[in-house]
């Protein structure tokens, strides 16, 4: 649905391996499992990270934290809370921005993501900036850390709506964390899957159940496999998952679209945000 990846042209980075264009895809709405998820969402932000980082990443800041396409920043929300000499676990890190930022001011973050290609880009921001992120490849669902490692969690945009086993994703949170810690999160604004994902007037339009739970799936024409996926839940949903899994919800931003705010990503565009939301940032407390 609401993808911030189908803008923009096919930029590549030159310093690193390049990868095959997108292939060409067929779109379905149908149910699918965690390992068809992962399976297909691994190799596509191989795929699409050259673009993602070209286009997004100067906007993103090498060491800057954004929570959406808003350009809501954690400066401004402190949804982490204090995160000097804390423990600090980004899921779905991507190029490390986020991460990058809390070590800049005085954390330990570590990141965790599905794509390798995303994680070089991390490498590649660490060289150019002289301030490393140590990271790992591994999944949301299945963290590889011990119980009680990390006073934070954090997730910009990152792995939630990829999968498909969410209770499994947010029950890995908990265990990872210790007590009383912060797990703060933004994804697409529920509210967005009635629409389609086009930042025009088009997107405007609400044309599917709010309530239709099946996830958006991209098929590749060639191997007729599924080559990306994505998750909704319903903001009850969300609410629901976090009590279930030990956590008390501190707070929901949905942070407004700036008037002098311009810049076009994916489905997000000032037209459609000054509207509707556009990105929900959880904000929740392991109580334990
Ligand atoms: C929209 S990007 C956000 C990256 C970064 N937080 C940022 O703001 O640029 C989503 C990231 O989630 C990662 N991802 C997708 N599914 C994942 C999963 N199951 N586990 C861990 N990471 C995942 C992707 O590889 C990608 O790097």
């Known amino acids: 649905m609401d993808r911030a990846r189908r803008c923009g042209t096919q930029v590549k980075v030159t310093d690193v391996q390049e990868f095959a264009a997108d292939p060409p895809v067929r779109v379905e709405r149908r149910l699918v499992d965690e390992s068809e998820s992962r399976a297909a969402n691994g190799p596509d932000w191989d795929r699409y990270a050259d673009e ?29 809370g204090d995160v000097v000499d804390r423990d600090v676990l980004e899921v779905g890190s991507g190029g490390g921005q986020c991460s990058r930022w809390v070590r800049s001011r005085g954390g330990r973050p570590i990141g965790v993501d599905l794509s390798h290609r995303q994680l070089q880009h991390s490498l590649r921001i660490d060289d150019a ?7 790992l490849r ?17 997730s910009a945009f990152g792995a939630l709506q990829f999968v498909s086993d969410l209770e499994l994703a947010v029950a890995e949170v908990a265990r ?24 025009g007037p ?44 030990g956590f008390w919800l501190r707070d929901l931003v949905e942070p407004q679209w700036p008037v002098d705010h311009d810049r076009v990503w994916g ?6 945000g000054l ?14």
């Not at 509207?275 to 334990?288: M, W």
């Open 52 to 80: 993602y980082q070209a286009t997004h990443g100067e906007f993103l800041g090498d060491v800057g934290f954004l929570w959406g396409p808003e350009g809501c920043t954690e400066d401004q929300i402190a949804a982490l």
């Open 202 to 245: 088009d997107g405007l339009t609400a044309c599917q159940s709010y309530w239709d739970r099946t996830p958006y799936v991209e098929v590749d024409r060639r191997t007729d496999q599924a080559s990306y996926v994505e998750h909704h839940r319903t903001l009850g949903d969300w609410v629901r998952l976090l009590g279930s899994q």
């Open 267 to 272: 489905g997000w565009s000032r037209e459609r």
């Open 138 to 154: 591994g999944t949301a669902t299945h963290l590889p850390f011990t119980a009680d490692s990390f006073d934070i969690v954090f």
């Open 275 to 288: 509207l509707t939301p556009g990105t929900a940032i959880f904000v929740a407390d392991l109580i334990r």
């Open 129 to 135: 900036t002289g301030l490393s992120v140590p990271s």
């Open 176 to 199: 990872v964390l210790r007590p009383n810690g912060r797990f703060a999160f933004s994804i697409t604004h529920p509210s967005r899957w009635v629409f389609p994902d086009d930042p």
